[in-house]
C-alpha cells in the first residue's frame, strides 16, 4: 500500500524505491488531480501501481515504468 485515504505511506514508498514525484506522475496519469484524492494506491506483484478514488469507486491500472540505469563508462 502506496497511498491510504490521501495520505503517503512513506516507509513502503522507500522500501519500493519509488521516488515520491513519481507516485504524483503515476496519481495523475490515473486521472487524479491530487494524493489527497486518491483513497487507495497499491504497487501490485507485476509492478503495475494501481489507483482506487471517489471513494473507491474508480479503478485505474497503469505499468510503473522503470528508470533506466545509465552507466557511464571509463
Request: net charge neutral; glycine share 6%; aromatic share 4%.
Given at each position: 500500500?502506496?497511498?491510504?485515504?490521501g495520505r503517503v505511506i512513506q516507509?513502503?514508498?522507500?522500501?519500493?524505491?519509488?521516488?515520491?514525484?513519481?507516485?504524483?506522475?503515476?496519481?495523475?496519469?490515473?486521472?487524479v488531480d491530487t494524493i489527497e484524492?486518491?483513497?487507495?494506491a497499491v504497487l501490485e506483484a507485476?509492478?503495475?501501481?494501481?489507483?482506487?478514488?471517489?471513494?473507491?469507486?474508480?479503478?485505474?491500472?497503469?505499468?510503473?515504468?522503470?528508470?533506466?540505469?545509465?552507466?557511464?563508462?571509463?
Open positions: 500500500m502506496l497511498i491510504y485515504q516507509k513502503h514508498l522507500d522500501q519500493a524505491k519509488i521516488p515520491h514525484e513519481e507516485l504524483e506522475a503515476v496519481v495523475r496519469e490515473h486521472g484524492n486518491v483513497n487507495l507485476d509492478g503495475n501501481i494501481s489507483v482506487l478514488s471517489d471513494d473507491f469507486k474508480t479503478r485505474s491500472v497503469r505499468k510503473r515504468h522503470a528508470h533506466k540505469v545509465v552507466e557511464i563508462g571509463s
